[in-house]
């Protein structure tokens, strides 16, 4: 496993791609393990997200769906 210096993260505050811990917590997403995964980071949060809310909107139908079985 490498070392966080090794790791690649994105700078929310700058846009940019970033070696290493060189910005605080707050504005950093990561670590990727390649610049390029680090690049597409807002790319890849936006493709989970929407992959949960998917999910979360699944599963409150399908609680719907029980909730309407059980009252008949």
Known sequence: MAAAK???WFNLSTKSVER?????????IGPYDTREEAQAALESAAERTAYWDEQEKREREEEDLWGEEAQE
Request: glycine fraction near 16%; proline fraction near 0%; aromatic fraction near 16%.
């Open 6 to 8: 090794d790791k690649w």
């Open 20 to 28: 290493g811990r060189q910005s605080g917590w707050r504005t950093r």
